[in-house]
């Protein structure tokens, strides 16, 4: 198995451009997770997905972050507009119910 | 949402030595799973032990080994004869049974000493 892939590893943008990051989880797992890391606020999870459906959205930082998760196989994190303290490393997760969580590599993204 | 709280965010430990990283959470489940991850330079976000909360007896993988108290939430990674490989950022990892979620602590960054 690949793992779980994302797409792009590095995002330079300027400020109020809209960007997309893409995430393919593993096959067979039922539930995906976006995380958010900083230097300040640690790992924090943004949005999860148990079966392509969103269960908690609590944590996405404002309405300018949306999340899909279309189908099984594919899921997106839109920030429109962008603004410089949207800069972050941002990964996508997948797993089994209860079992091991497997990362992306993340995607390292510059707002500028 | 529980939340995962990680005290330190800094430990240094010697070449060989021991190291304890501590983490406590804060749930009002009484089912539940909690992980340590490692992320070295590189990015990557490594698994490195696991525990159910229904099992008393302390989960250990090789030189790391985790000091789970229930009742006071507390779940400390200790870290034996460290090498300087171990040198990264600690995570700990709180998994509702119920819900499927996994919220992680800020993290503790290890630096090992030769």
């Known amino acids: 198995d690949a793992g779980v892939i994302q797409s792009p590893r590095h995002e330079v943008t300027e400020m109020g451009q809209e960007v997309t990051l893409r995430c393919k989880p593993i096959?067979?797992?039922?539930?995906l997770f976006w995380y958010r890391q900083t230097m300040m606020r640690g790992l924090e999870l943004l949005i999860y997905?148990?079966?392509?459906?969103?269960?908690?959205d609590s944590g996405m930082p404002e309405d300018r972050f949306s999340a899909k998760m279309p189908n099984a196989s594919f899921s997106t994190l839109k920030i429109q507009p962008s603004e410089p303290r949207d800069s972050a490393v941002y990964f996508c997760?997948?797993?089994?119910?209860?079992?091991?969580?497997?990362f992306g590599s993340g995607t390292q993204l510059s707002v500028l | 949402a529980q939340t995962v709280t990680q005290s330190q965010p800094e430990m240094s430990v010697q070449e060989a030595e021991t190291v304890t990283l501590s983490c406590t959470y804060d749930?009002?489940?009484?089912?539940?799973?909690l992980f340590w991850y490692k992320q070295p330079p590189s990015r990557q976000m490594i698994l490195v032990i696991r525990?159910?909360?229904?099992?008393?007896q302390n989960a250990t993988e090789n030189r790391f080994s985790v000091n789970f108290q229930k009742a006071a939430k507390s779940f400390s990674l200790k870290i034996s004869d460290s090498q300087l490989g171990d040198a990264a950022m600690y995570f700990c990892?709180?998994?509702?049974?119920?819900?499927?979620?996994?919220?992680f602590g800020a993290g503790t960054r290890l630096t090992v000493k030769p």
């Open positions: 525990q159910e909360a229904y099992k008393q």
């Open positions: 997905f148990n079966n392509n459906v969103p269960i908690d």
């Open positions: 990892a709180y998994s509702s049974y119920n819900n499927n979620d996994m919220r």
């Open positions: 997760a997948s797993r089994r119910e209860n079992e091991k969580l497997f």
């Open positions: 096959s067979g797992h039922n539930s």
């Open positions: 749930t009002s489940e009484s089912d539940y799973y």
